[in-house]
């Protein structure tokens, strides 16, 4: 007997009720959107300026430890950098659905979505053997009631890889605001600055770790090492954007 699949049943009634909107400018998607998740004129700004080829982040930009790499979809910069502001400052906490599936697509070469509210494809764990477990970065000021916006993105990332998410990490000091500190002010800042929950065992577990951002790489390589000395064998982080130097020519995404 086959029995119902209620989170799919679920999506598609939520759709009619919340109609599916563009991530980076808020517009309804219509049926001209472009791989199920984009407007036409978002996709065309965002597709050829901000996307990061290859998505694998480079240590000459950043500052990397315990991971085994880090990847991202996008540059932080215009559009993306608006939407990803506008789900953490701004509440809109729907546009982390969106940015998920576009992770999914841009850095896991997943089928977009034919249609909105529809999900990638070829994300299944028969495909995507690499990870056991999700895990999220946690807020540096959590507020209550509310899932940060690295944690949405893991439980989407969650439903699209049929893999289970888990929540370990906490912080272990008070952490200063990351923005306007040097790179080694800001490595200095995370060391130390995270651990897992007594009890957590990650041993032999491929870890996928999921931020929003990812700046200098001192939150994620401090997540990691936490998650390592748990027990986890690797450690991958993926996030929405990096921020970096936009690359100074387009013309071989033309």
Not at 52 to 65: Q, S
Not at 76 to 89: D, F, N, P, Q, T
Not at 155 to 160: F, I, K, N, S
Not at 206 to 216: F, H, N, P
Request: proline share 11%.
């Amino acid at each position: 007997m086959n029995h119902p699949d209620w989170p799919t049943l679920a999506e598609k009634a939520a759709l009619y009720l919340y109609p599916r909107r563009c991530p980076f400018c808020g517009a309804l998607l219509g049926r001209d959107a472009v791989q199920g998740t984009v407007c036409p004129a978002c996709f065309a700004a965002t597709d050829k300026r901000l996307v990061h080829l290859p998505p694998r982040l480079p240590e000459t930009e950043h500052a990397f430890y315990a991971l085994q790499t880090a990847v991202a979809a996008y540059y932080y910069s215009g559009e993306v950098r608006h939407a990803i502001l506008a789900c953490k400052r701004g509440g809109e906490l729907w546009r982390a659905r969106e940015l998920a599936d576009r992770m999914a697509v841009l850095i896991w070469g997943a089928m977009p979505p034919p249609a909105p509210g529809q999900r990638p494809a070829g994300m299944a764990p028969a495909t995507m053997p690499r990870y056991h477990a999700i895990v999220p970065v946690p807020p540096r000021e959590p507020l209550p009631g509310t899932a940060g916006m690295p944690l949405l993105l893991a439980r989407r990332l969650g439903v699209l890889m049929q893999l289970p998410v888990m929540t370990p990490l906490y912080s272990t000091k008070p952490l200063q605001p990351q923005k306007g500190l040097t790179r080694a002010e800001r490595l200095a800042n995370k060391k130390d600055a995270y651990a897992c929950r007594p009890g957590t065992d990650l041993t032999g577990k491929r870890v996928l770790l999921v931020d929003d951002i990812i700046t200098t790489g001192a939150t994620v390589s401090a997540c990691a090492l936490a998650l390592l000395q748990a027990g986890a064998v690797e450690v991958t982080a993926a996030a929405v954007a990096a921020t970096e130097e936009l690359p100074k020519s387009t013309e071989k995404r033309k």
